[in-house]
């Protein structure tokens, strides 16, 4: 992910590693999406939660502790499954669409 005004950047798999490890090894699935009138991408997190037991405390003390801001997701989707292809690549495009809407 990219943070224009700092010009850092980081991985959306360091950022999955770091929230899965942080929920009790679930499934994450980070991307960048477009906010209408800012540059550069939010981050966004989707998190597998079929049992329905995220501690969402311990997941923003998590996160905010293993990453730097710039690096932290601003948007958080927690779901029941996270589809996957056979050959288990996440369906990104599929969530992107699923799960981000600006209105």
Do not use: H, W
Not at 54 to 75: C, E, H, N, T, W
């Amino acid at each position: 992910m990219l943070t224009p005004s700092l010009g850092e950047n980081c991985s959306t798999a360091e950022v999955e590693s770091v929230i899965s490890s942080v929920c009790g090894l679930k499934d994450a699935v980070v991307f960048g999406v477009q906010i209408p009138g800012a540059e550069g991408r939010a981050g966004m997190a989707v998190i597998s939660d079929p049992e329905n037991n995220l501690d969402l405390q311990q997941l923003v003390s998590g996160i905010s502790k293993a990453l730097p801001s710039y690096a932290r997701p601003m948007f958080l989707r927690v779901s029941t499954s996270i589809d996957m292809t056979g050959i288990l690549c996440l369906l990104i495009d599929y969530l992107f669409i699923a799960f981000y809407t600006i209105t």
